[in-house]
């Protein structure tokens, strides 16, 4: 399983997911097929966390989504 964040320069927001299938779903929030990304397109990669399963990759999503993309990235030294 696979945490991402993801980023619109043209709406300056972080997009936070999960997914088995990392190429397709990127594939799908660059074609507007996700609702809540089509109005942010392009979307770029900022970071992919592997992780072990399922729930581990909803725990790390919501601890993210809780703490905010941008503070997650400084915070854990990814470089923002």
Request: aromatic residues 12%; proline residues 1%.
């Amino acid at each position: 399983m696979i945490v991402y964040i993801l980023y619109s320069e043209l709406k300056s927001k972080y997009y936070v997911g999960q997914t088995q299938d990392f190429e397709k779903r990127l594939i799908r929030h660059n074609l507007g097929y996700v609702k809540s990304t089509k109005s942010g397109l392009p979307w770029k990669v900022v970071t992919i966390i592997e992780v072990k399963n399922r729930s581990e990759a909803l725990i790390l999503e919501k601890k993210i989504k809780k703490r905010g993309a941008k503070r997650y990235l400084e915070d854990n030294q990814f470089g923002v």
